[in-house]
Structure formats: C-alpha cells, structure tokens
C-alpha cells in the first residue's frame, strides 16, 4: 500500500474502517497516543490540544505501526529508544502537567494578563512605547506566512523576505551612514559584545576595551560576561580619556545619546582611537539619527542598537531585533547574517544570504561569533516600519519626539526640576531636589498616575518620551511633577506649543538625508503597504504553504491558539525594567515554564534568559567554567566536541574561552568513546567539559550516552547537552538521565516558537543542582544563582514576551500530549525513511534498523553515478512546493529530514512520493536518457518565466513544473531560478537598488 497515491491508499484505509477502526480504537488506549478519545463526561471539554498539535490520528498512526512491523507504539518506542535512558511513563503524564483546553488556556492567559499592571513606562534605557503600524501588525507580526518562515537558506523560494532584510540593511546603514549593515542580531547588549570582540581581534588582539560611562548597565553587564572568555580587560570611565596614553586598547564603546539622554561629541574621541589603532564602537538609537549626526560621519568603525523603537513591542524584554553596521574595511569581520544581490541562473537579480552565514559551520572553533538564529520577523517589522512612514515620516516622528521633550524640560523646569543634561534628544535627567525632598516622591506620584520613570538615584529622575505619547499622556507625565511639586494640575489649555529651539548641538545635528531609495518612498498608504506586504509574502514558502522538514530545526505547528495573546497590550506593552510588583502575570508564566522545563529535562534550576540556542550554549559553558572557578580549578578549559556537532559548539566554547578539542564519530555516527576517553584521560588536568547533542546529529539515539559522561565525569569535566534535537526526548528520556549536568533548549524548536524567517528564538538553560549557584544574574533585577555569572542578555528573562507561545504549548498539551508529540514525532521519522529506504540511502539507523526523529540521506551515489549533487535534489523539491530538508549538514552529501509529529499521513506521503519521483528523474540521468549537465534536476526550480519564455529542454514544461498530478492543484511557485552564491560573494551588494539603479532596470 505504501507505494500507492496518498488519496487511493485513503479510500482503501477507509474501506477496511469498519474491521481497522475497532482494531485501532481497542489499541488507541494501549498505544497512549493523545489522539482523538471519546469525552470522559459530557462537561469534558472538546478543544483539546493534543489533537490539532499531533498530525496523524489514531487510524494513521496504527497504519504507519503497521508498515513499520509493530502492533503497538510501545513496541516501537521499545526499539527507538535505548533501555537505558528511558524514563518511566509515569514520569510524564498528565497528572505531572495538567493539561489545559484551548478555551482553557485563552482563560487562564487573560487572567494572568490582568495581572500585570498596564502602566505605561517612560523609563528608555533603550527601550520604548512603540507604535506598530496595524497593516504591519495584522499582516507581519500576526501573519504565519511571515512567522512560520524558516531562516532563507533556500534563497529561491524566500525572495520575499531576503527584500526585506535588505530593507533593513539598508535602513540601517542609511540612518548610521555606515557602508554595510547586517541583517540583525540578537539585542543590544550581545551586539555591543559583537562589536568589542572584533575590535579585539581586529587590533591583533590587544588586551584593553574602554567603556564609556554613558553605556547602560545591562550593556556593561553582557560586556563583562563576554569579555571573560576573550581574556578582555574592561575599563568603564569617562571615554574622552581613553586614549590619553594608552597603546594596549583595542577599541572604545560609547553611547550616542547615552543612557542620561546626553549627547555628547566624540568626533575628538574618534580620531584619537584611530591614531592608536583602535575602534570606535557607537550603540545608537535609529530615531534620535533622524535629527542627529549620523556616527558614519563622525569617525564610527562600528554602530549598534535596537531597532525596536522602529514598530516591535516592548514585550518586557524582546524579542527585538538588533542592528549592527560597520565600514567596508571591517565587512568580512561582520557577526550574523548578511543578506546580498547576486544573480540567478538566467541572469535576474536574486537575493541570498551572503559571506559568513554559515560561518561557524565551516569555521567552527576559529569563528568569531556563534550568531545562528538571529531575529529576522523583528528585523523584517522595523524595515516594515521605515518602508511605511519613509523618511519624512520617521522626521515628523523624531521631531515630535524631540519638541515634546523640549516642552517637558521647561514644564518641569517651572516646578523647580532641573533637566541636568544639557543636551538630549528624548531623554531628561532631572536633578529633583530643587522641588521635592527626594526622587521617591516623583516615583509615589508617577505610580499614582499609572506611570514608570526611571530610577536613578535619591536625587535623580529619569523620563524618556517615545512616539506613543499623545496629549493624554503628555498630561499624565507633566501632572506627575506638578503633584509631587505641590503645584497646580496642568490641563490642555495649559499646554504651550513646543519650543522652537533645539537641545541636540548644531554640530551634531543631521545635515544629511536619508531613506533616498525608492522601497522607502512609495508604500506609505496602507492600501499601497498591505500590497507590498503581500507581494513580498507571496514569493515565500512557509509552514503556511507545506511542510518544512528541516533535520535539527524542528519545524512544526506553532499554534493560533498560543500565538494569540502575545499581542494582547497587557503582555506586549511591559517595560523590561518594571518594577517587580506590576509584572505578576509574567512572573507566573515564568515561573510555570521554568518549572516545567526543569521537569521535562530532569534538571533542578533555569534560566530563561539566553535569546537563541547559540546563546544557550555559551550562558551554559559559562557557568561550567565558573563553576570550575568556584572549586579553584578555573585553570580546567578544555572542551571535547564531536566532529558531527553543530557548528555553533566549538564557536561557543571558543567564546566561553574554553580550547575545543575534536572527538571521532563511529561509522554508525555515534561518539566513539575509545576516542572520548583517550582525549579525556589526556586532558583530564585541564578538561573542562564535553558537548554532546542527543539524539545524535546524525539523527540516532546513541547507546553510549551514558557511558560518555561517565567517562567525562571521572576526568573531572562537566557535560553539556546540546538539548536542539528535545523534540525525540520529551516524556521518553531526559538530558539529566542521559547523564548530562546541563542543557540548552531551543525553544523555537521542541517547544513552538516559530522560526520567523530566521529568529527570534529562546535558549533557555536548565541544569543540575551544583550549577544552579551560576545561573545568570542581571544588573536591574535579582535573578538567577547567589553566585551568577554576569548577564548574557539586554533583558533579565531575555525574550519575554515569546515564553508566553512556549508555555501556551506545554500548558496545552500537558504531560501526556508532550509524551505523545514525541512518540509520534519518531513514527513520522520512521515511516518515512521506510517508505524512502528502498530508493535513497538512510545513512544511520540503530541496531533495530530505527531513525530517532529525524533521518538523514546520503546522496553521494547520484554524485559519482552521474554528478548529481544534494544540492540538486533540494532545489528539485522546490519545484513540488516542498522546502528542502537541510542540506550538505551534518554531512556535505547528505540531507537530514525532520517531519515532526504535526505533519499528517497525506502530507508525509506527498513528500515521500516527491522524493521518489525526483529519484526516478535521476535514474534518468545515471541511465543517459537525460544529459547530465541539462536535466529536471540541475536545472531546478522552475519559474513561470522559465516555461513562459523559448524551450529548448530536452523535457517537457509539463514535466519541469508539473511532475506529479497533484501539483496542478496546489503549486508554489519559486520566483527566481537557481542562485548563484559564488557570483554574489564576489560583488558583495547588500543594500536595496538606488533610485538610479532603480530607474536603470526600467530603462527600454
Ligand atoms: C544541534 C544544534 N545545536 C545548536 C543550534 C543553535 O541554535 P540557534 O540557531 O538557536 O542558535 C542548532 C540550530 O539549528 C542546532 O541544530
């Protein structure tokens, strides 16, 4: 029956019902599977998760039991997962994680929602009340067909959203007036952690960084963590000075304006840094840039910030997208992705990520950075942003921004408050003791009022104003003076128009225009935006459209029901820097996920703070070596990695300062432990650690992860499980069984988040008692151990507001669901390389021939019989509406393929059967019925444009873009054909077309 249509395997599937259906339904209790099961009381509620999360039902998954030889998901559990790490079924049920309705869920969200106070903050420190345009909103932020995207490796069918991280590059090198800029990373603080450590290596690796005492503190404190593992020497002070007489700086960070609202010249600082060969780093704010003197035009080497103010909710914390830009001297040291033009294969202008992309992967521990996920979605909003209000608008914004400050200074002026900081832009400090006794006075009025200042000090007062203020609040925010003041309430008619004069020095203010190109110039009605979006949207293959079975990403459903209230104003408003007690709703979801975690991995304590697996696996390296330190063996830095791991373990250890040192795989893909232990016992006076990923990369439960850590732990090193691959282990096994003393989570993975075009995404940390004391800490609220490491994020639970989607799915699913979505994400995996093993070879199966959640194939054969590549077959499947699976990773000829338990029978068989129908072209080609160098495959995909046009194949158009019937009905159409990478890294090009460019292509 496998090889049969998916539709007439169905009719058949249905005829025999009547015998199949009782058989099923007697095992469907037995299997536990969370497939549909008849209501226990007529009160029981019907909109139960587990039956929209998990794709197959109970008869589809009875059937693919069936192909595999099993009369029970037990039984083949039994054979998937090794006996010694399973855990009991009792350890996950739905007594340890209740599980909640949808409706249920919607309840109890609302509820914790009204827990958190909606004050509205004007507390700044780089984060403000944005204004989201509600076409972006709607048709960006709320849109799965822009959330669900996978990060665009697949340049052919992700045109839409490479235009708009082009938008974003270029909105940011024009409001910086730097040379080029990249296409976001994680937030402000772990960008300015980026921009130290190239000039640290840039300088050949002179010792010193300056610090600028304007820099806010969660910046210094993200600074401190990542200076450690460099071996940087941090000096905070006034940056005028850093260059006094000092040979041994590498370069200096500032702040533009600072955290005080000043805004200072550092054109002097800027020349005395390149004198001593040194950087000048700028974290900057892209609206103040609208009005100020860009730091391209003052001397900058490398300008950074948070694009948030640019339409991205505060979300207490994030996700927001970074910026980070540099001159072109520096553009082949850049961290994180960077989207360039390059040409497709008839010539047509393409885009495609460019240079370093997958710079740890080939780079590995001699990367600089450990950038992967960065925040694409959030990058693609804030470009959104300057697309719709173009650059008059972000000028009316700024200017309003800007004289509403100016008429605060004097309002308040008037109560006795002194603004200390002569010049601003948004932001005053107010020296408060000319009017009341002491700064809580202010504080007690503004909380009466609804409002967060910032908190300075007894004599010091913060406000920072932001584009949401209208004159309501505007009110609010002065009365708050006028009160504490003992004055007289202000009202409307009191309010004089703005000041004329400006407070941002006439030689930094902006001479220069910017946003000239035309994207920025025509979108700005919202019929002309919703349209734009929408064409944008159209050239993207996402979730929306078909599966994305990418291996080690984990691309499944991410729920309506759990996106739902990430945009509710109660959880989207909230100031990272809250105080405590308006923030309980948070503070619950927090907790309740932190627990949760700790139980799905078997571990005792976590932290939620890292902002994407990468950034896991450094907070949780970094806690490994204080926790070495702690026992006076801070001299322990040796890591052994596995040469299958992902590229971003050796570059986090390099990061954690830690020496990698290579570890064999098997020929069956496992750790050869003969290896691991020789370089263990080698090591063993400096072994530090070992990272290991599980199942293994090579998509196999490995019988030795026990056995692994035993060794490691008797040599004296701690192990660190790479926690990517969850997803095979959630209620079967756990990383603290396997034996590991921490992990990382993906959370845009195992646990829902969407990919969103490339980020954001949670790398929580969870780890045994004896780290918990390291856990990291944050300079504005007490969290983590009595013996933290510095911060690793701008935010004290990172990107907050995102929790909510991860805790909505196990919240939703409980602990049985959660056990299930396991089961039944190995049953996809194992039916489908059943269903693939007699056409491709499945590389690594264990010694009962199963694949743990995801297989991988080698297509190295198709190479030697007739130059057939991986690439090819990947680019082939575009032309079946499929994303690829991942490609040439963790083995150049291979590909690795995830279904995760969302996908549905229908929808596996439609891959499957375009695999084997590729695979048959191919045999045309080994055979010589096609030439090698002209065929369905190295041709692939297939536009419009290229049927449209002559044909000179030597197969039919039919064939090239309508292989299979059911294509006629459901086609997604790749609009460029295949890019070239080589000829776009050669001519970098990373901004949007000119006007001159632009007019160019419509010249006759
Ligand atoms: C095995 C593994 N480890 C680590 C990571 C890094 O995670 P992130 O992209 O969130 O930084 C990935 C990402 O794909 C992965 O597959």
Redesign the pocket.
């Given at each position: 029956m496998a090889s049969l249509s998916p539709a007439l395997r169905n009719r058949l599937v249905a005829a025999q019902s009547g015998t199949f259906a009782c058989a099923v339904h007697s095992l469907s209790r037995r299997r536990g599977l969370a497939t549909v099961r008849a209501p226990a009381t007529i009160f029981s509620a019907l909109d139960t998760f587990p039956d929209r999360h998990i794709g197959p039902n109970s008869r589809e998954a009875a059937y693919m039991l069936s192909e595999l030889g099993y009369g029970s998901i037990d039984a083949f559990i039994h054979d998937t997962v090794p006996q010694q790490v399973k855990i009991a079924a009792s350890e996950m049920t739905d007594d340890v994680i209740r599980p909640l309705s949808e409706l249920e869920f919607n309840r109890r969200a609302k509820a914790l929602g009204r827990d958190n106070k909606q004050f509205k903050s004007y507390i700044g420190m780089g984060y403000h009340n944005a204004v989201v345009p509600p076409v972006i909103l709607r048709n960006v932020m709320e849109n799965p067909a822009w959330y669900t995207q996978y990060t665009p490796y697949q340049a052919e069918i992700a045109q839409g959203r490479l235009e708009s991280l082009v938008n974003f590059q270029t909105m940011v090198m024009s409001m910086t007036a730097m040379d080029i800029a990249n296409a976001s990373l994680l937030d402000e603080a772990t960008a300015a952690a980026e921009g130290m450590v190239m000039a640290h290596i840039t300088s050949g690796r002179k010792k010193v960084f300056f610090i600028d005492d304007g820099v806010s503190p969660q910046t210094v404190a993200v600074l401190r963590t990542r200076a450690k593992g460099f071996g940087i020497e941090l000096r905070v002070g006034d940056a005028t000075s850093a260059f006094d007489n000092e040979a041994e700086t590498c370069g200096v960070l500032v702040q533009y304006p600072d955290v005080d609202g000043r805004i200072k010249d550092f054109t002097d600082l800027a020349s005395s840094a390149h004198r001593s060969d040194a950087l000048v780093v700028v974290a900057t704010d892209l609206l103040a840039l609208a009005m100020l003197k860009p730091p391209g035009e003052w001397g900058a080497d490398i300008v950074l910030g948070n694009s948030a103010r640019f339409g991205v909710p505060s979300g207490y914390g994030g996700p927001h997208a970074a910026f980070f830009a540099c001159t072109e001297k520096l553009k082949r040291k850049m961290p994180g992705r960077l989207i360039g033009r390059s040409r497709d294969a008839s010539g047509r202008p393409a885009y495609r990520l460019a240079l370093q992309t997958r710079e740890q992967h080939i780079r590995r521990e001699k990367a600089t950075s450990?950038?992967?996920?960065s925040q694409a979605l959030l990058a693609n909003m804030a470009a959104m942003y300057a697309v719709y209000h173009g650059p008059e608008g972000i000028k009316r914004i700024a200017n309003k921004v800007h004289g509403l400050t100016q008429l605060l200074k004097v309002i308040v002026g008037g109560y006795g408050f002194k603004t200390v900081n002569g010049t601003f832009f948004d932001t005053l400090t107010l020296d408060v003791t000319g009017a009341v006794k002491a700064a809580e006075a202010v504080h007690e009025a503004a909380a009466k009022a609804g409002v967060n200042f910032r908190h300075i000090d007894n004599e010091h007062v913060g406000v920072t104003i932001d584009e949401s203020v209208g004159p309501i609040d505007f009110l609010r925010i002065a009365n708050v003076f006028s009160s504490a003041a003992g004055s007289s309430i202000l009202t409307r008619e009191d309010l004089l128009p703005s000041p004329s004069a400006s407070s941002i020095p006439l030689s930094l203010s902006r001479a220069s225009a910017f946003l000239p190109h035309p994207v920025f110039n025509k979108h700005h009605s919202e019929t002309e935006m919703l349209r734009y979006i929408h064409h944008l949207e159209s050239k993207d293959l996402s979730l929306a459209h078909s599966m994305t079975p990418l291996g080690?990403?984990t691309m499944k459903l991410n729920s309506t029901s759990s996106m739902i209230p990430l945009t509710w104003p109660e959880f989207s408003n909230v100031h990272p820097f809250a105080p405590i007690d308006q923030v309980k709703g948070y503070l619950q979801v927090i907790k309740d996920l932190e627990g949760d975690l700790c139980k799905i991995t078997g571990y005792y304590a976590c932290s939620l703070q890292p902002n994407?697996?990468?950034?896991?696996?450094y907070a949780g390296l970094s806690v490994i070596r204080a926790y070495h330190e702690s026992r006076g063996q801070g001299y322990r830095d040796v890591c052994l990695i596995p040469v299958s791991?992902?590229g971003?373990?050796p570059a986090s250890a390099m990061m954690a300062g830690m020496k990698v040192v290579p570890v064999k795989n098997m020929q069956d893909g496992s750790v050869d432990l003969e290896d691991l232990a020789a370089k263990a016992e080698k090591h063993r006076n400096s072994l530090a650690a070992f990272m290991i990923?599980y199942p293994s990369?090579f998509g196999v439960f490995e019988e030795g992860v026990r056995d692994a850590c035993h060794i490691i732990h008797k040599n004296g090193g701690q192990v660190y499980l790479?926690g990517?691959?969850l997803n095979a282990q959630v209620g079967l096994t756990s990383p603290a069984v396997c034996g590991g003393d921490v992990c990382?989570l993906?959370l845009?993975?195992t646990f829902a988040i969407p990919h969103g075009g490339g980020g954001p995404?949670v790398?929580p940390i969870c780890v045994a008692e004896h780290l918990a004391p390291f856990l990291p800490s944050h300079p504005l609220l007490k969290v983590g151990g009595e013996k933290a490491i510095d911060a690793v994020a701008a935010a004290p639970f990172g990107s907050a507001s995102i929790l909510l989607i991860s805790w909505a799915y196990v919240k939703m699913l409980g602990g049985q669901g959660l056990t299930d979505s396991s089961k039944m994400a190995l049953l996809n995996a194992n039916y489908m390389a059943k269903r693939l093993s007699g056409y491709y070879s499945v590389r690594f199966k264990n010694k009962n021939g199963r694949v743990a959640h995801e297989l991988l194939i080698d297509f190295v054969e198709f190479d030697k019989a007739a130059g057939l590549k991986v690439v090819d077959f990947a680019k082939r499947l575009q032309d079946f509406g499929f994303h690829p699976p991942t490609v040439s990773w963790p083995i150049p000829t291979c590909m690795l393929i995830e279904p995760t338990e969302s996908e549905s029978l229908d929808e596996i068989d439609r891959f499957c059967e375009a695999m084997i129908k590729i695979r048959q072209e191919a045999e045309d080609v080994i055979t010589g019925k096609q030439p090698k160098n002209n065929n369905m495959l190295k041709n692939a995909p297939h536009t419009v444009s290229d049927i449209v046009g002559e044909w000179d194949r030597p197969y039919s158009r039919e064939d090239a873009v309508y292989p299979l019937s059911w294509l006629r009905e459901k086609k997604f159409w790749p609009t460029v054909s295949r890019v070239d990478d080589a000829y776009g890294d050669l001519n970098l090009v990373c901004d949007c077309p000119s006007v001159a460019e632009t007019a160019h292509n419509f010249e006759p």
């Open positions: 450990n950038i992967c996920t080690s990403c994407s697996g990468a950034a896991g696996e791991a992902h971003t373990n990923t990369t790479d990517a691959n990382h993906n845009h993975k995404g790398g």
